[in-house]
């Protein structure tokens, strides 16, 4: 490509961005410079059209959007396409370049401070290029010429006073330029509004330029170029693919219940055109995956924020002292244990009557073609069978899916609701060969009422069974019964450990009434528990969270449905250990007479033991109690004369005390023997178990 044709399609894109934003090509201070904006020979613009456009586009539902690009290359070596800014994080992340010529050399678009970088070295501002008084004020020493009112003038400029005195009353305000000529001379110019300016230093004037086309430039600041160098030349087709943000496709389901087990399935995909570009015969995929999306802002700039040194002359600074004894490094472990609890919230509402409708076809018209569905490993894709035109901006709601599934009606019955009626369900098993995502479903009955209600519809995966809610059904009711809880033990007695099995027991007893009208299959939604294990005649399948119990009713028909659980829990008890009171409860719930006999025989010896502990703690407590009365005789007697009477009486009174003592030891050790003897018989009769 020839320079002249760069030139034109550089100068065409800056235009009409431009002119989108309502900026003027150039600014009014400009008027007497001349200003050529060239971009580099080997690069190529890309211009939509048949050259250049959206190929291919597929949607996730976790927000993102694939875009492949076609552009057609004749010479160039690189290429450029405009984004809009908010999405140039994301192409930097994801952007792929497919050359048949050969590789990728770089990337490169304009920072995200263009401008200010432009402007740090330059004595203006961009508010300084609004008006040539305030830019010739700035450049200052800078040759130019001047000419305004038929007065042209030439040197060095000195400054500009914008409220210089006027020479007569008739005069219009304007600044007063001051310049210094080549020979020396102060010569002043009024810049009226036909003053033209001429940069005579060509350095300053390539600034100038410069910094004109940036600040234009930053006028549009929603759309970026990316640059990409390529190392191939020569005709071909260059592919780009890149994930940008996009709204999350919907799905919106009809299911319309033609027969008694079948359904009809119907699945619109709503879908919004965010790209900023036309779709025009597009090939657009969607995908239902669930996929990580992380953003980060790679167009944004991050300084490293380096610690500031102080300076220091002739010395340095103190180290910090030294505080805290040394000690070998332990590693401490905190372990934190916490319980998420989960629950499933169903709000449902109840449809107003609605006059019965004007007679409909038995079965909705079928799409025209249904999209190619593909399961993937961690997704499913559907590709619309049809391009799609669609405008930037454009909401558009096409079906991809339709298909016939097996289909149970049943009244689904959740006690944690808290009500008696059941919930009007279908339980859906999906046929389709692929995934079902996620969405609202809108449910006909087209043979009974017509709208019959609304649901959610979860991801289903091929071949699962899900159910989907739509209405209650208040013609049946459930009343729940809860019956009290019962424990069971039994108990084995091995090398001294009294091991006890504890079974705990509780019915939760379900009295159904079902409709007059029609028969009715009744699903009980019995919660699980944790370390508990259900036992039900009517148990038919279970969820991570729920038991299911079904029962069938005939029109005006009753049933019970009893649901037992159990849990079991094991306990050790060493008996060598354990107290009377604790050996008399187990024989109060042990249902083994020879069992209890031993505990029986175990807490009569623990009780003895017992005895003997507080006949010893209480010559303890005697022996103490004499020996703080000799103290205290003692302590009389040394603060009487020691012929006294009184002396002498103290004396007695110490002997008496030495003899008590003297016995209350005798019978402590007695005591301490005897203890010794049980506490061994104890030990070894528990031993022998």
Known sequence: MSNSRSVRVTDWRVARARRHLGVPLLLPVLAGLCVAISAPVSLTLAQEGDG????AVTLSSGGLAEIRRSISLEEAAALGFEVPLDQVDDILKSLLVYDPAGGVAAITLDGPSLMEETFRGLPFTPDDLRALPRLLDTLQGVPVRVSSSGRTVEGMVLGVDTAAPLEN????????????????????????????????????????????????????????????????????????????PAPVWKTAYRLILDAEGVARLQAWAVIENASGDDWSDVQVTLSSGAPVTLAQRLYQRYWHQRPEVPVFAQTIAAPAPDLYRESAAQQQLSPNTGEIAMSDS??????????????????????????????????????????????????????????????????????????????????????????????????????????????QLANVPDGETRMISFAADR???????????ETVYRATLADGVLRVTGVTRTDTTYAITGAQDAPRTVVIEHPRQSGWTLSSDALDSTTPTHYRLQAKLAAGGTAKVVASVERTDLQSIALVDSDADTLLYWVGQLDDPATAAILTELAESRQEIARAENGLAGLEQDLDQA?????????????????????????????????????????????????????KAFSEKVGAL
């Not at 250049?52 to 190929?55: G, Q, T």
């Not at 020979?183 to 005579?200: C, P």
């Not at 013609?475 to 809880?485: A, F, I, N, R």
Request: net charge negative.
């Open 346 to 455: 169903m709000f449902l509402g109840n449809a107003a009557a609605i006059a019965a409708p004007a007679p409909t076809p038995a079965s909705p018209s079928a799409p025209k073609a249904v999209a190619q569905a593909t399961e993937g490993t961690n997704a499913a894709t559907y590709l619309l069978p049809m391009p799609v035109d669609l405008a930037a901006g454009q909401t558009m709601s096409v079906p991809f899916i339709d298909a016939e599934l097996t289909a149970e009606r049943i009244s689904l019955f959740q006690p944690e609701r808290g009500e008696v009626n059941p919930i009007a369900a279908l339980r859906l098993e999906n046929t389709t060969g692929t995934s079902l995502p996620p969405g609202l479903v809108t449910v006909y009955a087209p043979q009974e009422e017509g709208y019959a209600g609304d649901a």
């Open 169 to 244: 009353e008739k005069e219009e305000p304007a600044p007063l330029l001051s310049i210094l000529t080549e020979q020396g001379q102060l010569v002043t110019i009024r810049l009226r509004a036909d003053a033209e300016l001429d940069i005579l230093d060509p350095a300053v004037r390539e600034s100038l330029r410069q910094a004109v086309l940036v600040s234009g430039q930053g006028r549009v600041a929603g759309m970026r170029t990316i640059n990409i160098g390529l190392e191939g030349t020569g005709p071909r087709e260059v592919r780009l693919d890149y994930v940008v």
């Open 475 to 485: 013609k049946v009711e459930v009343t729940t019964q809860y019956g009290e809880s």
């Open 52 to 55: 250049y456009r959206i190929e």
């Open 627 to 679: 020996s703080d009365s000799q103290a205290r005789i003692r302590e009389n007697l040394a603060a009487v004369p020691a012929d006294s009477s009184l002396a002498q009486r103290y004396l007695e009174m110490l002997e008496a005390e030495e003899n008590r003592i003297a016995d209350l030891d005798t019978h402590r050790q007695d005591a301490q023997r005897a203890l010794a003897a049980l506490t």
